[in-house]
């Protein structure tokens, strides 16, 4: 059985910064590319970043990109999505999801077929 389980979301003021863990267990976690999906109340999906199995590719969305830092342990099954500067717009649920790292860096909801069951990140301003 698959387990993705997120952490370390939590409540944090405009220009602070927050480290959110994934770790995961039932697959063979350098074999799956890991991706962060967010999720803002009435908005739909959206990627943030991804990084392949080796860890070797990541990939941003816009707002992402020099603020946020994925990264994975393969020896700890964990993957991390380091957040810096944070905004009140970036108030959502972040997921984490895996797939298959043969398909490459997925950067939509869509491509991803495992998922953890979210948490919350609240940005004050």
């Known amino acids: 059985q698959v387990q993705l389980v997120e952490s370390g979301g939590g409540l944090v003021q405009a220009g602070g910064s927050l480290k959110l863990s994934c770790t995961t267990s039932?697959?063979?976690?350098?074999?799956?590319?890991m991706g962060w999906i967010r999720q803002a109340p009435g908005k739909e999906r959206e990627f943030v970043a991804a990084i392949r199995g080796d860890g070797r590719t990541t990939r941003y969305k816009d707002f992402a990109e020099g603020r946020f830092t994925v990264s994975r342990d393969n020896a700890k099954n964990t993957a991390y999505l380091e957040m810096g500067n944070l905004r009140p717009e970036d108030t959502a649920v972040y997921y984490c999801a895996a797939h298959d790292t043969a398909i490459g860096v997925g950067t939509h909801s869509r491509e991803y077929d495992y998922w953890g069951q979210g948490t919350q990140v609240t940005v004050a301003s």
């Open positions: 039932g697959l063979t976690f350098s074999s799956y590319t």
